[in-house]
């Protein structure tokens, strides 16, 4: 059985790093879903979908992680097909790997199984709390794997979670 | 260097599989764009993105072919805006590869560096002669990698083009 | 059990009169699809979604088919999700009535069941010869019941259909 | 002359059924837009568009109301043209109900006539004090037609928005 | 009385400057209309939005033609709102000039008044002549604004239909 | 060189004018660019695309400004693209005037170069305090230049606008 983990990853974390590792000890394969792939360049989506399917791509590399897809998902700002909309783009899961209650009604009304992951420090491991600390200054690589904190080092990218804060924090 | 392929990959093919190879050896990575991504159930693209996505996926594998990221775009029907669109869903590139002119103009035109790749029996390893034998029950397994003949066969694929086939000659 | 019947509808014929006939016998009730619902004034789709709500409506009351929903349905242009897409707009259904290959493969992928329907004089009973014989001014009134004949006549539509053809034709 | 009456419908309750009666009394006919129809699974549209429609046409059933045209129309997120998107999807009206100062802007502009509505209990009979009651297990049956809350039982609606309630509170 | 003129204008040539000469003579003012605006590289449609903007307005300025508006238009893929669509874009205008029937369909549908224009050498004054002599390499100059001319030098675009035209006949 | 200046321009103010001085002095031309073209009727874009266009034509007529385009750009609702998708609309510009931060992330992500332009009192000349007093009734044609308030009065946007508060405050 495979199994399908979909997020942001606004910008992957380590909390997003164990999930996988626990998914790949259950199931025989994993599917990695880079929701709302074309939001950037706003506080809460700084990253482009092509950047973080690098910054995924890399920690997959270093925790030699193989058996994973990843497949990035524009929003099609519909949950009565979203379901549907993730299984045409993506290749076929059995299982989907969530927390989230709306992602349990909307796929499990197409017929997936959903179960929960275990949730490791929900609080610190948070793309909230790396966005904020990228915001403030404070340290949030001890929150990213070392394959995320490389690129975002090369994008410039605490800068730019900097700038999209400020200019969010302005315009209210 | 990074290189970047474009195609509809309907189906991958052996000469698709050389090209890879190719851009491996000359470049230090390769994103292989998945174009078309939500375009199925034609005949001229028969395969969602997703069953695509795998086919190329177990092909890699078996390449050993790790310095590659798979990206899926949907068409976003604006020649005018397709590179940038591109390169807003794909980790980032230096060099196009591509034998196109039309990928030539769009691409250029922003920048970016585009070279010819070398073909292999152009007539015969292509997708079109790929689906045409699908369609007429002829040999198809020996133009694509084993691991796409395995998605093909699991999903039902030849007898599914041999259907859009159909439809599509009686509809003219 | 309840069925769905999906059609354009260019206009809605004693053809699919009789559908709607047989699916009032076999099933509890019908939801009838009018497709492609935002196309409109070209000659291959010369009536609004809104001209065909009102025929089907007409003639659905002039027949006391009153177990029947009409529900419009814009092209989503992804064979992949449109299962989904209809399935989103419309009350729930079981059973698909079609005798087109594409609509059995795209919801049966999704765990529809899709019936066959028996056929009545397909070459007259058919959009393209209502409209062929409105564009050449023959008689198109004896294909179409009385309901649709009336809404035809009052938004001038056999003269539409007449300049549609002429425009597309002048245009080759 | 024709009426029109707009709405979201999330979900039709009692209020909405007196301007019905209302408009069948005063007008020949009535054309009933579900407004937004591709939204839902959130607390403010938790009911699919074909869940609205279903739960509206078992209401005209019972009212015996059969000059009642149901049209789903998607938004098209432009004011400045909302007026024709209806109109090109519906039958035709000629007068438009409602008592929102928006629909009467973009309607007037496009030359149709709009009237008032009577006012019924509008605190009470509204779509958001219907879900909040849902929401809070509060008693809401008794603010919609029979024919409404035999739908939302068969699906699971109530649960279903105390669901998307708690998921609303949770993310502010 | 203010008058609208939609085209193409792939590449605005004499035969426009003249409908737009006796306009001005026949109206306080006009708007032009760029149709298709995000339509560019293909044979039939070869330059953006941008570059056509300025070929117009160049030509304006060489005719001391003050009193029109350039207005661009994506296309909106539904005739049933078209006419809806360019008027929330453009500044108001009363009269439709167009020797075209659907354009006559669409305008007057909505209330316009829809005229003819004085035709000039149709044959030969036509964007597909203008295309066709730049894909042969025949003279076009003479059928074009010196404006006009100086743009298509500037971004060569001569060059870039004659690989259109390449393209699109070698793709048959 | 020529410049680019974007604004949604709700409505275009003598700040706006300011700038366009100080540009046509600086550079050899100007494009103007109104974003969010399609949106209108709320009470933070309370004036259509062509309202827009209007306003600003009439006040570069009074300013004798003549090397300036003005192009209307629809939201494309991705910033990852949006500067391509400005550039295939406009004619060609070398520096985007702006002192906005995200306009000069994502015009320089594509290699423009981005300059501030000189406020003038930033607090009263701008769009949100013009709209404030066109909600309240004092005195906003001190703000704007005289094609601006013509065209105001003649399409009654100040009573619009005021309306829109209204329905704003309401649904709070």
């Known amino acids: 059985m495979r199994a399908m983990l979909l997020g942001r990853f606004q910008p992957f974390h380590l909390g997003h790093a164990r999930v996988v590792e626990h998914a790949l000890e259950a199931y025989e394969g994993l599917v990695?879903?880079?929701?709302?792939?074309?939001?950037?360049?706003?506080?809460a989506n700084p990253f482009t979908g092509g950047e973080r399917h690098l910054m995924i791509q890399r920690t997959l590399?270093?925790?030699?992680?193989?058996?994973?897809?990843?497949?990035?998902?524009?929003?099609?700002?519909?949950?009565?097909?979203?379901?549907?909309?993730?299984?045409?783009?993506a290749p076929p899961f059995d299982v989907v790997?969530?927390?989230?209650?709306?992602?349990?009604?909307?796929?499990e009304k197409e017929g997936y199984r959903v179960e929960s992951t275990p949730v490791f420090k929900r609080q610190t491991y948070a793309g909230t709390e790396v966005r904020r600390r990228m915001a403030t200054g404070e340290d949030w690589r001890s929150l990213v794997p070392d394959?995320?904190?490389?690129?975002?080092?090369?994008?410039?990218?605490?800068?730019?979670?900097?700038?999209?804060?400020?200019?969010?924090?302005?315009?209210?």
């Open 147 to 172: 394959g995320v904190a490389e690129v975002v080092d090369r994008i410039g990218g605490a800068e730019r979670v900097k700038g999209l804060y400020a200019i969010e924090r302005s315009s209210t």
């Open 61 to 89: 590399e270093d925790m030699e992680a193989r058996q994973v897809s990843i497949v990035s998902v524009p929003d099609i700002h519909r949950y009565g097909v979203y379901a549907s909309h993730v299984a045409d783009l």
């Open 32 to 43: 990695l879903i880079i929701g709302s792939a074309t939001e950037s360049y706003t506080y």
């Open 97 to 107: 790997l969530s927390n989230k209650e709306l992602i349990r009604y909307i796929f």
